[in-house]
């Protein structure tokens, strides 16, 4: 019996892949949105050999599955259309897909911020009630946090309806319905946040190891893999203590969790990301950061990396890349200081410099005690601004003034600033406020400001007489009121470089992954 099985297994493995039938992800199903203008990718899986022919919009592909079994077909671009059509696979089975739409196709992805609901937005039953609008179409991948690259997930398109609209990502959603409306086409939501996740978690563990730059973050994870057995009964204690003590706070984690969660390098983007890759898609939408804050410094070089490498695996090129800074939070301080939360803003606004991408930024937008503002809907359209702007050619301001040069002329530093728009402003009516100054001694104290120019800020103080470096908005929750005549904020900048809290520990001290 077993060399009969043995013998079925073999032949089996040498002749490729057996399937009972030809078989799409879910990110093929009913409902789904395909991108306009440019050729459009359609995947799945069937016996391997195996001729499959895909139609769909009066285009006929066809192609063959791998050894693997795996098989792609590529249509021609495609014209947005609102008519819901049928797309059809044929294999050694049929699969029919219903009321399929073409327009433009985004993905949403990030942590908690992302993944926040319109019911948990401001304005949720107003929200609720004028969610009518059936040619956006949502998809969320469930979290799953692995080591190996997974090929599918569960998962289904919904049509946006009042009844439907309360799990969409409120960021996504906002964002798509800007565009909507000033696109008139359908729009497609891809929504894969993971709240709490680290970025480390979104790039494959091998790419990490490639930079000497992660390898603290790697080892500490290394070690938590060896130890997984002695951990978890460690844990267990704590677990017990716990109880006995009235179960008082938050229980201490699993270690076994935590090898499934969304700090593990690589687990997410094997999990949540490496099921859609390839779906032919506009561009993507981004709200991190609060995860990796403690690792500020290291996210200058994480983030271009982690946006870099799902280009490549993406093969559209170097498609529109937009992200959300961090917003303020956390009390306000009496005095400047340092600030790690500025400095992984600062890492982000650094990001900028990758081909086409934008910032959104919005610290004006936060909420001092809690890390998630109800506020999605200008957040959302700070983000559409730059897709409006940069993809879709409306004549519009979509970047927030942003630090160019300065000037020490005296005791006085003259700051100017790129892509002011209509020009500098504040928001009330009092002269600007949360600029900072300094001398040789390193000590910032605040700043009196007067905007000179429509792109030029005067900065001083009474206390240095001999000025060298000035910052803006350099704080966890900073007071501040800058902004261009659009109403974009001023982005949040430093003229030196004295003192960064996050740089990393030298090789051999020891550090802790966030959790």
């Known amino acids: 019996m077993k060399k009969t099985l043995f013998a079925v297994l073999s032949l089996v493995a040498g002749s490729g892949f057996a399937f009972a039938e030809v078989k799409l992800p879910a990110i093929f199903t009913d409902h789904m949105v395909l991108q306009r203008s440019r050729p459009v990718n359609i995947w799945g899986w069937d016996n391997a050999g195996q001729d499959v022919t895909v139609q769909f919009a009066g285009q006929s592909v066809v192609a063959k599955a791998g050894t693997d079994g795996k098989w792609m077909a590529k249509l021609q671009p495609l014209e947005a259309s609102a008519v819901a059509r049928q797309l059809k696979v044929e294999g050694s089975s049929s699969v029919l897909i219903q009321d399929v739409l073409v327009g433009e196709v985004w993905l949403c992805s990030g942590q908690s911020n992302m993944e926040w609901s319109v019911t948990s937005a401001d304005d949720p039953d107003l929200e609720t009630l004028t969610a009518k609008y059936p040619l956006i179409r949502h998809i969320t991948v469930p979290k799953v946090g692995i080591q190996q690259p997974q090929k599918d997930f569960v998962g289904k398109w919904d049509v946006c309806t009042p009844e439907t609209i309360g799990q969409f990502s409120a960021v996504g959603y906002f964002f798509g319905r800007t565009l909507h409306q000033a696109l008139g086409v359908p729009i497609g939501l891809i929504d894969n946040a993971w709240g709490g996740s680290a970025a480390e978690a979104w790039v494959p563990r091998g790419v990490l190891a490639a930079d000497p730059d992660f390898k603290s973050y790697l080892d500490d994870w290394s070690a938590r893999e060896k130890n997984l057995e002695a951990n978890t009964e460690a844990w267990l204690k704590a677990l017990e203590q716990w109880r006995d003590g009235g179960a008082q706070g938050r229980a201490p984690q699993s270690p076994v969790d935590q090898m499934k969660g969304n700090a593990r390098p690589g687990n997410l983007y094997n999990g949540c990301l490496h099921p859609i890759i390839g779906y032919t898609l506009q561009g993507a939408i981004w709200y991190q950061g609060e995860s990796n804050a403690a690792r500020a410094y290291n ?145 910032f104290v605040w700043a009196e400001a007067k905007i000179v120019a429509p792109n030029k800020i005067e900065v001083w103080s009474s206390s240095v007489t001999q000025p060298l470096a000035v910052r803006y908005a350099w704080a966890d929750n900073p007071v501040c009121n800058v902004q261009n005549a659009e109403g974009l904020p001023l982005t949040p900048f430093r003229t030196d470089d004295w003192n960064t809290t996050t740089l990393p520990a030298p090789a051999g001290a020891a550090t802790t992954a966030a959790r």
């Open 299 to 443: 996210y200058r070089k994480l983030f271009p990396l982690m946006i870099t490498h799902w280009r490549k695996e993406w093969a559209q090129g170097d498609f529109p890349f937009y992200w959300v800074q961090l917003a303020d939070f956390k009390e306000e301080q009496p005095q400047p200081g340092d600030s790690a939360w500025a400095e992984l803003q600062e890492a982000q606004t650094l990001t900028l410099k990758l081909p086409n991408t934008g910032q959104a930024v919005i610290n004006d937008l936060g909420e001092a005690h809690d890390i998630h503002p109800k506020d999605k809907q200008n957040v959302a359209k700070r983000l559409a601004r730059h897709a409006l702007a940069k993809v879709y050619g409306f004549k519009i301001v979509a970047e927030s003034p942003r630090y160019l040069s300065h000037e020490v002329q005296g005791s006085k530093v003259v700051v100017t600033v790129q892509q002011p728009g209509g020009g500098l402003d504040t928001f009330d009516v009092r002269e600007p406020k949360g600029f900072a100054i300094a001398g040789s001694d390193h000590k």
